[in-house]
């Protein structure tokens, strides 16, 4: 099953849906949750488009410093334009398998809607052990798409489309696993809990809103791998428009927070 890619205007969509209110908001939760200090080292695993990054490198300061990681291309681009203005951050590609880090070279870790996409967790998680300092945090976070709430006219259909999002995920119900595998890793998980994505009614500038796009352009190019076609395709994305047009759009999910300490 084909996964997300990100070209230019993969990553400029991406952070299309950063920039929603509710996506904000938990970012917050996360700067909030990982208390980044001045002049503390941390590791921005997945950076994305730099969002978080920007706001945790001015955190530090410049007696800090902020490294940024990702397997894109485009978004280390997007990162490291964004953080072009803050010395102490630096952006490049990297695995998060095999961080080429030193060992015990960082205060903090933060990682968001990354892990989901890692097939082997063991060996990711013990890269954020080796090179985090005794004492050093780490916080996760990821989706559990099986607390997933979406209004549909059509449940099978909805769930055949659910279904191929799900398998370009390694796991797509991580969240469930995570705190065994800190352990297992040698972390001591110090504080869980929910993040909402949730959008009781319809709301074009939101995580709802932009995941719907989303979606919809990753099942027209894998549906039929699930036996859908491009037909009942086009057919699930217009009962969700008909939906948003009676008023009765309901999307809800949960994303985790994991807080752990080596």
């Not at 070209?7 to 990982?34: C, F, K, M, N, S």
């Not at 490198?57 to 490294?67: D, H, K, N, P």
């Not at 696993?177 to 800190?182: A, H, N, Q």
């Not at 719907?212 to 039929?224: D, E, K, L, S, W």
Request: net charge negative.
């Amino acid at each position: 099953m084909s996964q997300l890619t990100f070209d230019a205007a993969g990553a400029r969509a991406l952070e299309a849906i950063y920039l929603t209110p509710d996506v904000i908001a938990q970012r917050a939760r996360v700067i909030d949750l990982l208390a980044a200090q001045p002049g503390e080292r941390v590791l921005d695993v997945g950076v994305g488009p730099g969002l978080l990054a920007y706001d945790i490198a001015r955190l530090v300061g410049e007696t800090g410093q902020l490294v940024g990681l990702d397997l894109s291309a485009a978004m280390v681009a997007a990162a490291a334009e964004r953080l072009a203005d803050l010395p102490q951050a630096q952006v490049r590609e990297g695995d998060a398998v095999r961080l080429d880090l030193a060992d015990g070279s960082f205060d903090a870790v933060v990682s968001t809607q990354v892990y989901e996409y890692v097939a082997d967790m063991p060996r990711a998680l013990g890269e954020l052990h080796r090179v985090l300092r005794s004492g050093g945090r780490a916080l996760i976070l990821d989706t559990d798409w099986r607390s997933l709430v979406w209004h549909s006219s059509d449940q099978a259909r909805m769930d055949r489309v659910l279904a191929c999002w799900d398998a370009h995920l390694a796991d797509p119900h991580l969240p469930a696993r995570l705190g065994p595998l800190l352990r297992a890793a040698g972390f001591e998980v110090r504080r869980a809990e929910i993040l909402p994505m949730f959008s009781p009614r319809w709301q074009p500038v939101s995580y709802a809103g932009g995941m719907m796009r989303t979606i919809h352009n990753f099942v027209r190019g894998n549906g039929a791998r699930f036996d859908l076609s491009a037909d009942e395709i086009e057919a699930w994305r217009a009962d969700q428009q008909a939906l948003i047009e009676r008023g009765e759009y309901f999307f809800s999910v949960n994303r985790y927070a994991f807080l752990a300490t080596r």
